[in-house]
């Protein structure tokens, strides 16, 4: 309990020190999910393919990899400017792709099982340890430096040390993101209502998640209970 308190204390004091990061992470989220949007209703138009298929892929890849640029540079500076939005990390390209195809392959495996046995009560709760137990990649690779090679030892370490600390926050998360964004999907389907609401609703969502997730990853990742532990009792 004592070394919980730690790591959260520390985690508002981040968040203290860098939500003036937060407006311009929340502005990229809008662009993210415009452009997307866009995308979207361009290929529902033009039909399904394997080609339109790997462009939303490649797409969604190239987001992921701005917004490690990002909050890399929010983690390091612990602010944002608007000029950082046209700025491009490609050294992320690379990780980031070979991690998620990593990931696809996984997915793709479970999908192959047949439909009853997906819409199973068993599958489901697997769904869930899978979708906690992989949350923490993205910030492996911008933060870490892993790779396809390393990131489920990574993972699997990762939550051996902190699974007591991390999982309220994750199962937080979940909860919040999908009943939120659930009640926003269902708000941008009604007719009258408009996209822009669900756009900047889910961007402030969204920007809130990976921001808070980025500074706690950091803090589990380069500290340790003894660390920690010691650090308090140095200053007391």
Do not use: C
Not at 105 to 130: C, D, I, N
Not at 134 to 141: F, G, L, R
Not at 163 to 171: D, E, G, T
Not at 192 to 212: C, D, E, H, Q, R
């Amino acid at each position: 309990m004592k070394d919980f308190q730690l790591v959260y204390r520390r985690l508002f004091k981040d968040i203290k020190d860098s939500i003036r990061g937060l407006p311009v992470l929340i502005l990229a989220f809008i662009l993210y999910l415009t452009v997307t949007s866009l995308v979207n209703t361009i290929f529902a138009q033009m039909g399904n393919s394997i080609l339109s298929g790997f462009i939303r892929w490649f797409i969604q890849l190239a987001i992921l990899t701005h917004l490690a640029g990002l909050m890399t540079r929010l983690l390091r500076r612990g602010s944002l400017s608007q000029e950082d939005l046209i700025e491009y990390d490609h050294g992320y390209l690379a990780p980031l792709s070979q991690v998620y195809f990593v990931f696809y392959l996984v997915e793709m495996a479970a999908t192959s099982l047949g439909r009853p046995l997906m819409a199973s009560t068993g599958y489901l709760v697997l769904f869930l340890v899978w979708s906690v137990f992989t949350s923490p990649a993205y910030e492996a690779v911008y933060q870490s430096g892993e790779t396809m090679n390393t990131i489920f030892p990574s993972l699997l370490n990762f939550w051996k040390e902190n699974i007591l600390l991390i999982l309220p926050y994750a199962l937080v998360a979940i909860l919040i993101y999908r009943g939120l964004g659930m009640g926003w999907t269902i708000m941008a389907s009604i007719p009258g209502t408009g996209s822009f609401p669900y756009i900047l609703g889910l961007a402030v969502l969204k920007a809130i998640y990976y921001y808070t997730k980025g500074l706690l990853y950091r803090i589990l990742s380069e500290t340790s209970k003894r660390s920690r532990a010691y650090h308090e009792r140095s200053r007391s």
